[in-house]
T-cell receptor
Framework: DTAVSQTPKYLVTQMGNDKSIKCEQN?????MYWYKQDSKKFLKIMFS???????INETVPNRFSPKSPDKAHLNLHINSLELGDSAVYFC??????????????FGEGSRLTVL | SQQGEEDPQALSIQEGENATMNCSYK?????LQWYRQNSGRGLVHLIL?????REKHSGRLRVTLDTSKKSSSLLITASRAADTASYFC???????????FGQGTELSVKP
C-alpha cells in the first residue's frame, strides 16, 4: 500500500549509458515532482508536473527528460549519464499546486551510481 | 537558488533532552514546512506552518515562525533514540508549487 513508489531503488551504471527511473503515486494527487539529493544531503527540485503538464523545469541539463503518461505516473529518463549525475533521486507528490504548496509525500528514493 | 539555511548542521544529545533546530530563509513565504529523513529513506512531512501563524504543535514537536526575522525553529521535546534522523525545513515562497529545502540538521539522540 505504498503511497509513492519508485523503481529501481538502486541503479549502478557506466558513464554514457541511458537509464530510467519510474514513479507512481496512489494518493490521487494532481502534482508530482522529481528532486535530486546530493552527497551532502542538499535537496534540489528538478521538475514538477501538474495533471500531466510540466509546470516547473529548473536549470537541469536536457539529458534529463521527465515524462508523465498520466497524473499518477512521472518517470525520469537520463541520457548519456555522467559521473556528476550520481545522487539519490526522489519522486514526490502533493495535493495542491499553484499559489500554496502543501505537504509533499516522498518515495523512498532511487540511488544512482555512475561509474 | 537555496532558500533555507539550517543551524546547527549537526546536533548530538542524550535521550530525554530537548532538541532545537533553526531555519533561516531569505524571501517572503506562503508557508514553511519541516520534514524528517531517516538514513536511507525518503522524507516524511512533520508539520506545516503558514505565514500568518506564529506557533504550531504536534505531539512532541513545536514549531515557531518569526516572519520579521525570516526564521523558524523546530523543538523536539523529551527526545528518543528513534528521533535520530536528518531534519529539513522547506519554504513555499510563492514560486508556483516549488518547495525549497534547506541543507538539514543531522540529529543524533544517544540512548
Amino acid at each position: 500500500d505504498t503511497a509513492v513508489s519508485q523503481t529501481p531503488k538502486y541503479l549502478v551504471t557506466q558513464m554514457g549509458n541511458d537509464k530510467s527511473i519510474k514513479c507512481e503515486q496512489n494518493l490521487g494527487h494532481d502534482t508530482m515532482y522529481w528532486y535530486k539529493q546530493d552527497s551532502k544531503k542538499f535537496l534540489k527540485i528538478m521538475f514538477s508536473y501538474n495533471n500531466k503538464e510540466l509546470i516547473i523545469n529548473e536549470t537541469v541539463p536536457n539529458r534529463f527528460s521527465p515524462k508523465s503518461p498520466d497524473k499518477a505516473h512521472l518517470n525520469l529518463h537520463i541520457n548519456s549519464l555522467e559521473l556528476g549525475d550520481s545522487a539519490v533521486y526522489f519522486c514526490a507528490s502533493s495535493q495542491f499546486s499553484g499559489i500554496n504548496t502543501g505537504e509533499l509525500f516522498f518515495g523512498e528514493g532511487s540511488r544512482l551510481t555512475v561509474l | 537558488s537555496q532558500q533555507g539555511e539550517e543551524d546547527p548542521q549537526a546536533l548530538s544529545i542524550q535521550e530525554g533532552e530537548n532538541a532545537t533546530m533553526n531555519c533561516s530563509y531569505k524571501t517572503s513565504i506562503n508557508n514553511l514546512q519541516w520534514y524528517r529523513q531517516n538514513s536511507g529513506r525518503g522524507l516524511v512531512h512533520l508539520i506545516l506552518i503558514r505565514s500568518n501563524e506564529r506557533e504550531k504543535h504536534s505531539g512532541r514537536l513545536r514549531v515557531t515562525l518569526d516572519t520579521s526575522k525570516k526564521s523558524s525553529s523546530l523543538l523536539i521535546t523529551a527526545s528518543r533514540a528513534a528521533d535520530t534522523a536528518s531534519y529539513f525545513c522547506a519554504t513555499d515562497n510563492n514560486q508556483g508549487g516549488k518547495l525549497i529545502f534547506g541543507q538539514g540538521t543531522e540529529l543524533s539522540v544517544k540512548p
